[in-house]
């Protein structure tokens, strides 16, 4: 069975998530954000663990000259006993923050900064934390956990914005069971966030195939098969942390996450297997980052000959996007925006695309109440790309499951669990063909005659209403009733910030969230 990726309500967390949260509340007392403390521990975790390669057992670990040298800035500020540790942790960043934007080593450091506030709180952090522990000898499991835990605290920080990555974790296994990820896929999401679809996909993976994979197919499946992109620098590291915390990657080679806008250009290489959360909401510019996460210019519009559609809608142009990422039979799972079934003008447009071009087969109708942003509806969809056969589409059934009505989630009182995704992981009967599956009062089948008979082809296909369905849950916790109306208000702001934004107004008024 596929391990779950701990969350914010594990209650069994290991003691290194535990003494990694303790040192954050200290941080925390003196300033610091939960993001801005996982960003210094991912800076002080590679340089501790290239300490470790650098004296590991191999040839080939202690050949990698760039890594060893970096090993050698953990000795030098591990044993700095003076004043000036600050300001030789500065110079070390800063040396490193100059390496090749592609390497492991350049995106990890791009733009890395000092932000511990004192020397005696780095000092600690380096000698009673950092140090204590054996990075790489350790299962990866142990160590990727931990670091997962604290990724989820620092999504809770909603002064940072920083859940605005972190896609949920039962979520993400759940998809995992659905697509199957296998060892021949290659695998990537081209808005990784953190990189939670990529790990859950590799570990997939390893769990139930890692005896046929031969010693080079499993280096392959951790060197390349496997790689993501993320716009934002500061998650981009992240990202490349939490994998290799999870056996993802290397240290001294090429940064399995690219950094930049995946939006800009065509993709050079195809992929199996999409999995991706797009940023949700409509921007009317096209923003690009600098190695330091400063904006450096705007554009109007997406250069894209492979686009059909033109617009600024993110989501419609992150599935343009997935749609050319690709391979031919190849699948995908994406989850977006209510709008995105609904609307009219380029999510028309895209749905008959969808409908026609591809084979849209399933939609997972998302409860509200299980991200971090609130007031988020939203879906996953599952399409395959097939060859087209003139006159006929290639969707023939689309079949929805209804995880929303009569389901109340909130973060803190009734988080989602892995238990709430089991029924619907089950009825899409995953690795069997689609015409075994059975409809059920949660799950429909609609042919694709009455979709394009429906008005404006319009996919946000309800059948039930509250409290009829046989598995209609108790009454909720008066706290998730508050949060359901507030997500419901938050919710209507952001359809009106949507119209607001097509007649030419300011997008202030949006709450949605950008993976």
């Known amino acids: 069975m596929t391990r779950a990726f701990p969350t914010q309500s594990n209650k069994n967390v290991n003691p290194l998530a535990t003494k990694l ?5 200290v941080l925390r007392d003196s300033g610091l954000s939960t993001a801005e403390f996982v960003e210094q521990l991912t800076y002080l975790i590679f340089l501790k663990m290239a300490d470790e390669i650098s004296f590991g057992p191999t040839p080939e670990e202690k050949a990698h000259t760039a890594i060893t040298q970096t090993g050698y800035y953990w000795n030098f500020l591990r044993e700095n006993t003076g004043s000036d540790i600050g300001d030789q942790y500065r110079a070390v960043l800063a040396e490193l923050a100059n390496e090749t934007p592609a390497t492991t080593v350049g995106t990890l450091f791009a733009g890395s900064q000092n932000r511990v506030p004192n020397d005696d709180l780095l000092r600690k952090l380096i000698v009673d934390l950092v140090d204590a522990v054996d990075w790489m000898g350790r299962a990866t499991d142990f160590n990727g956990d931990a670091f ?44 990784c966030g953190t990189g939670g679809f990529l790990i859950a996909a590799y570990h997939y993976i390893l769990e139930h195939h890692k005896q046929e994979l031969s010693p080079q197919e499993f280096q392959a499946l951790g060197s390349g098969r496997i790689w993501g992109q993320e716009l934002v620098p500061n998650t981009a590291r992240l990202a490349v942390m939490n994998m290799l915390l999870h056996g993802l990657g290397s240290a001294a080679g090429q940064s399995l996450i690219a950094t930049g806008d995946a939006l800009l250009t065509q993709p050079s290489r195809h992929a199996s297997l999409v999995l991706a959360h797009p940023p949700f909401g409509k921007k009317s510019a096209i923003t690009s980052f600098g190695r330091n996460g400063v904006v450096e210019k705007e554009n109007d519009h997406y250069p894209r000959n492979d686009f059909r559609i033109t617009t600024t809608n993110k989501q419609i142009n992150f599935l343009q996007h997935i749609m050319s990422l690709m391979a031919m039979n190849g699948r995908a799972a994406v989850i977006v925006p209510d709008n995105v079934l609904y609307e009219n003008g380029s999510c028309l447009t895209l749905r008959r695309r969808l409908l026609d071009d591809f084979d849209l087969h399933t939609i997972l109708r998302l409860p509200t109440g299980i991200f971090y942003a609130s007031g988020i509806k939203a879906n996953v969809l599952f399409f395959d790309k097939r060859p087209r056969i003139e006159g006929k589409p290639n969707t023939s059934k689309l079949w929805v499951y209804d995880l929303r009505t009569d389901m109340q989630f909130s973060l803190k009182q009734k988080p989602l669990q892995q238990a709430d995704l089991a029924e619907f992981v089950e009825a899409c009967l995953p690795g069997k063909s689609h015409t075994d599956r059975v409809e059920t009062e949660r799950f429909r089948c609609f ?67 950008q993976q």
Request: hydrophobic share 40%.
């Open 21 to 25: 949260w303790e040192y954050c509340n």
């Open 148 to 191: 997962e835990v604290l990724l989820s605290r620092s999504a809770e920080d909603t002064k940072t914005g920083a859940g605005q990555y972190f896609t949920p974790r039962p979520l993400i296994k759940a998809i995992m069971d659905v697509v199957q990820p296998r060892p021949t896929d290659t695998i990537t999401d081209p808005a």
């Open 447 to 513: 042919p694709y005659d009455e979709l394009v008979a429906r008005d404006h082809l319009n996919l946000d296909l309800t059948w039930a209403e509250g409290s009829t369905l046989d598995d209609a849950r108790s009454a909720p916790h008066p706290g998730v009733i508050a949060r359901e109306i507030v997500e419901n208000l938050e919710a209507a702001l952001n359809q009106f910030a949507s119209v607001a934004e097509e007649l030419g107004g300011e997008p202030w008024l949006r709450t949605d969230m």
